[in-house]
Nanobody
Framework: QVQLVQAGGGSVQAGGSLTLSCAAS????????RGWFRQAPGKEREFIAA????????YFADSIKGRFSIARDNAKSEVYLKMSNLKPEDTAVYFC?????????????????WGKGIRVTVSS
C-alpha cells in the first residue's frame, strides 16, 4: 500500500521554526516530484513548495518565499519542509504530495499521491 506519512507538525510562537517531513512507503518515489500544500481554516488548499526528482529545481509560492525551504532525501524517500520566521497566517493543515510530473504539483493539477495532512499552529 502506497503511503505518504507526515511528521513534525505542532504549535509554535510567531518567529519560530518547524520542520515537516514526509516519508513515502509502498513504492519508490525517488523519481517523483514532491511538494507541499496547505489549507488554512475556512480557505481552499493552496500550493506552497515543490522540488523535482533530482532536487535541482525548486518552486515556491510567493507567500512563503524566503522563509520556507524544501529538501529531499531519495535514499530515504523523504521530503522535508523547513519553515522559519513563522507567522500566525501560516497556521494551517499541511499536506505533502508526490507525482511523476513536476508540473502537476506546481500547477496543483491533481497530484497522484497525498499525505493525510498535519496541523501547524502559529500563535502571536
Amino acid at each position: 500500500q502506497v503511503q505518504l506519512v507526515q511528521a513534525g507538525g505542532g504549535s509554535v510562537q510567531a518567529g519560530g521554526s518547524l520542520t515537516l517531513s514526509c516519508a513515502a512507503s509502498g513504492r519508490t518515489f525517488s523519481r517523483y516530484a514532491r511538494g507541499w500544500f496547505r489549507q488554512a481554516p475556512g480557505k481552499e488548499r493552496e500550493f506552497i513548495a515543490a522540488i523535482d526528482w533530482t532536487g535541482a529545481t525548486e518552486y515556491f509560492a510567493d507567500s512563503i518565499k524566503g522563509r520556507f525551504s524544501i529538501a529531499r532525501d531519495n535514499a530515504k524517500s523523504e521530503v522535508y519542509l523547513k519553515m522559519s520566521n513563522l507567522k500566525p497566517e501560516d497556521t494551517a493543515v499541511y499536506f505533502c504530495a508526490a507525482d511523476h510530473n513536476y508540473f502537476n504539483i506546481i500547477r496543483f493539477e491533481q497530484p497522484g499521491y497525498w499525505g493525510k495532512g498535519i496541523r501547524v499552529t502559529v500563535s502571536s
